[in-house]
């Protein structure tokens, strides 16, 4: 514990404050939080549908848009949200500040749009609790080297929470949205998915990283490098006790704390994904280099590669990127073609990257052969494979999303309570 009160940051995405009746819900939930003792520090995300507004302008004006503009009117969602919270707050008698990433500071590098941080001073936030006062800080922004607002890109909200959350040495930093926790599978899908009480940062981190949604992949690998507990809840439903033995949400954890290892704890699945085929590449050492590093130059993330030679002399180079960096990866891949001297490239946009995850995969063999099998009952054909220690994904043909959550689900046992 940090002192004799639990200090706790109190982090709303944008459904939690998409208008004045649910911020003024948010108020209570903080203020039935501080009556019951805790130090809290809020974090708040742009009211629903504000940010795509906002970028909608920027993109109306100009598609070639300055990123530090851009910033500068995007940041401005979560300064509307964290003012009308404190004045909320203090309507209900609890003394409240707002403050913006450059008030913290909260220190980010010049990288506009989607900028990292460098580090956070809670002194200021610090004191303003010890004077019993609740700050409410706009997440998903800082200020760079040059004095400029800088984002960090979509869901960095959650990032910001995480990072105050180590910075103020908090307790648990519970992340409220619009689902009470964090579930085996999407339940839209799977109506006998669970929801898990506990989930180690690993677990988490892999399924943020393959598709789903509930945290920002890059506030998991925050958490888990500063060991920072973090709760999903629901802002919804009542709020949770304020003592660690009865939480209603889903803890992500260190391994560590949790006893009986699942050996896969849940199936995520991304439709966001982009399939490339470089066909017919003559194969020559430096191929790999010549076709990938103008697309990491380009900051156009590729996964699950593929190479297969064949008896002819030539290779093919088969990969996925996001769909959104899909005509990028076209337009470079066309621009290398004669160093390359590839024959054709195929792309293809309808897939699903499909996911198994769980820590007990470390000392359990056969997962992999399960998902393979489940899926050729089925006929759903695997057109790539990616695995690392506690994951392995797939790439199937999108029509067969749900019908290989479904059966994957059930092949490990996840349906039953």
Not at 19 to 39: H, T, W, Y
Not at 288 to 307: C, H, K, R, T, Y
Request: aromatic fraction near 4%.
């Amino acid at each position: 514990m940090s002192g004799s009160a639990p200090r706790i940051v109190m982090k709303f995405g944008g459904t939690s404050v998409g208008d004045l009746d649910r911020i003024r819900a948010v108020a209570e939930r903080v203020k039935k939080q501080k009556d019951a003792g805790c130090d809290v520090l809020v974090v708040v995300s742009a009211m629903a549908g504000t940010t795509n507004q906002l970028v909608g302008f920027c993109q109306s004006l100009s598609p070639l848009y300055d990123a530090r503009e851009y910033d500068a009117v995007v940041a401005t969602g979560e300064q509307v949200t964290s003012g009308l919270l404190a004045i909320a707050l203090q309507k209900l008698g609890v003394p409240s500040r707002s403050f913006a990433g450059w008030q913290v500071p909260i220190l980010t590098d010049s990288q506009h749009g989607k900028a990292s941080l460098d580090s956070i001073d809670g002194a200021r936030l610090l004191g303003c609790m010890a004077e019993g006062m609740v700050p409410v800080v706009a997440g998903f922004q800082g200020v760079g080297p040059d004095g400029r607002v800088t984002t960090l890109g979509r869901g960095g909200s959650d990032t910001s929470a995480v990072a105050l959350a180590a910075a103020i040495k908090a307790d648990r930093c519970d992340i409220y949205t619009d689902v009470d926790g964090i579930y085996t599978t999407d339940p839209r899908i799977v109506p006998k998915a669970r929801k898990l009480d506990k989930i180690t940062y690993e677990e988490m981190l892999e399924l943020a990283s393959v598709g789903a949604k509930v945290l920002q992949t890059r506030s998991v690998g925050l958490a888990m490098r500063e060991r920072v507990r973090v709760q999903v809840l629901s802002s919804f439903e009542d709020g949770p006790a304020v003592t660690e033995g009865h939480l209603p949400g889903s803890m992500v954890v260190d391994e560590d704390e949790i006893v009986e290892k699942k050996l896969v704890t849940g199936i995520a699945y991304s439709r966001d994904e982009a399939k490339l085929s470089v066909r017919r590449i003559p194969d020559r050492p430096g191929i790999a280099a010549a076709i990938f590093g103008p697309l990491s130059e380009a900051n156009v993330n590729v996964d699950m590669i593929v190479q297969s030679t064949g008896a002819d002399g030539t290779t093919n180079m088969t990969f996925t990127t996001s769909k959104t960096d899909l005509p990028r990866a076209i337009s470079i891949l066309e621009s290398v073609r004669g160093a390359v001297q590839y024959e054709e490239l195929q792309t293809d946009p309808d897939i699903v990257k499909v996911s198994v995850v769980g820590s007990g995969m470390r000392s359990h063999a056969g997962v992999a052969s399960t998902m393979f099998r489940t899926l050729s009952e089925r006929s759903i054909n695997i057109q790539a494979i990616s695995t690392s220690e506690i994951k392995v994904s797939v790439l199937v043909a999108a029509e067969y999303a749900e019908l290989a959550v479904r059966a994957l689900h059930t092949a490990y046992g996840l349906d039953d309570v």
